[in-house]
Nanobody, 123 residues
Framework: QVQLVESGGGLVQAGGSLRLSCAAS????????MEWYRQPPGKERELVAT???????NYLDSVKGRFTISRDNTKYTVYLQMNSLKPEDTATYLC?????????????????WGQGTQVTVSS
């Protein structure tokens, strides 16, 4: 069993910064892609940022230059540094990880989600 636990959300004024963390724990063989999604109130969930196991990153156009995704493979943790926050960044932020677990001697990939952390940006 694997758990993803997020932290770091909160209320911030426009132009401010927050750093989100998401730590995975459990019977982990290896973690492939780690991602941050967000779901604004009344809207669809969208992919914000992705980081591969090798450190390659990709971002939603609206957050490029403001958000930075990083990971610490020794701690099974992914981070999202959010700068120059805007009211439209208000959402529940969720981390997602593609985690390899051993089934006998064979690694098999599973998708896991965190519980979400609320980010509210006031104007």
């Amino acid at each position: 069993q694997v758990q993803l636990v997020e932290s770091g959300g909160g209320l911030v004024q426009a132009g401010g910064s927050l750093r989100l963390s998401c730590a995975a724990s459990g019977n982990i063989f290896r973690i492939n892609d780690m991602e941050w999604y967000r779901q604004p109130p009344g809207k669809e969930r969208e992919l914000v940022a992705t980081i591969t196991s090798g450190g390659s990153t990709n971002y939603l156009d609206s957050v490029k230059g403001r958000f930075t995704i990083s990971r610490d493979n020794t701690k099974y943790t992914v981070y999202l540094q959010m700068n120059s926050l805007k009211p439209e960044d208000t959402a529940t932020y969720l981390c997602h990880a593609k985690i390899l677990m051993l089934q006998g001697m064979v690694p098999k990939q599973y998708n896991y989600w965190g519980q979400g952390t609320q980010v509210t940006v006031s104007s």
